[in-house]
């Protein structure tokens, strides 16, 4: 007989991944205390380790400001960023703001 409980892989699967929950386990877990602590103890892990680790490895609000004036980076600096814009939709979203936000000044 199949275990009605989420195993811990489906449950990381369903908080990160947003895959979908077997129709069985999803029940279980709505009539299931246990199981709902621990779907709230993993949303709870999770949005911790987003909040640690969301940008990180991105350029500062002064780098990405910057980086839409002239002679103000190195050319490394510039060349850096550009190449991070084109994999970071964060960073290209605050660019877009930034370029907006100079060209009605």
């Not at 490394?76 to 703001?97: D, F, R, V, Y």
Request: overall charge negative; glycine content about 2%.
């Amino acid at each position: 007989m199949n275990d009605p409980h989420a195993s811990p892989e489906e449950l990381l699967a369903f908080l990160c991944d947003g895959d979908p929950l077997p129709q069985t386990v999803q029940q279980h877990i709505d009539h299931c205390q246990l199981c709902q602590q621990q779907v709230v103890s993993y949303q709870k892990t999770a949005t911790c380790l987003f909040t640690l680790m969301y940008r990180r490895d991105c350029p500062s609000g002064a780098a990405l400001s910057a980086w839409c004036l002239p002679n103000v980076l190195s050319d490394g600096e510039q060349s850096q960023i550009s190449k991070h814009l084109t994999q970071c939709p964060h960073c290209a979203a605050e660019l877009a703001e930034t370029l907006q936000f100079l060209e009605t000044s």
